[in-house]
Nanobody, 127 residues
C-alpha cells in the first residue's frame, strides 16, 4: 500500500512563502500522478496543483497560478509544493494525493481520481 506523508506546514505572514513536501513510500511505481488539494474550515476540499510522476506538464487552480509551483524529486520519491506570495485565503489543511490511474486533462483536477491520500498539514497565513 502506498503511503504519503506531508510536512512543511506552519504559520506565515501574508506575502511569505512555505514549501510543502510529500514523501511517498511503498509500491510507488504504481503512482501515475501526484496532486495537492486543500480544505479550509467549512469548505469542500479543493484542487490546488498536480502533475504526472513522469513528464513536465503541470496543472494549477486559477487561485494559485503564478504563486505556487509543484515539483518532484524522483530519487527521493517526493513531491513539493512551493507556495509564494501567500494570502490569508490560502489558509487550509493541505493534502497530498496520488493516483494509480492514467489521468488526462480535467482528470487531474478531480478529487475522486486520486486513490492515495496523506494525513494533511496545516498552513495558516496571517494578515
Amino acid at each position: 500500500q502506498v503511503q504519503l506523508v506531508e510536512s512543511g506546514g506552519g504559520l506565515v505572514q501574508a506575502g511569505g512563502s512555505l514549501r510543502l513536501s510529500c514523501a511517498a513510500s511503498g509500491p510507488t511505481s504504481s503512482i501515475y500522478a501526484m496532486g495537492w488539494f486543500r480544505q479550509a474550515p467549512g469548505k469542500e476540499r479543493e484542487f490546488v496543483a498536480a502533475r504526472p510522476w513522469s513528464g513536465d506538464v503541470t496543472y494549477y487552480a486559477d487561485s494559485v497560478k503564478g504563486r505556487f509551483t509543484i515539483s518532484r524529486d524522483n530519487a527521493k520519491n517526493t513531491v513539493y509544493l512551493q507556495m509564494n506570495s501567500l494570502k490569508p485565503e490560502d489558509t487550509a489543511v493541505y493534502y497530498c494525493a496520488g493516483s494509480r490511474a492514467y489521468l488526462s486533462g480535467s482528470d487531474f483536477y478531480t478529487r475522486r481520481m486520486y486513490n492515495y491520500w496523506g494525513q494533511g498539514t496545516q498552513v495558516t497565513v496571517s494578515s
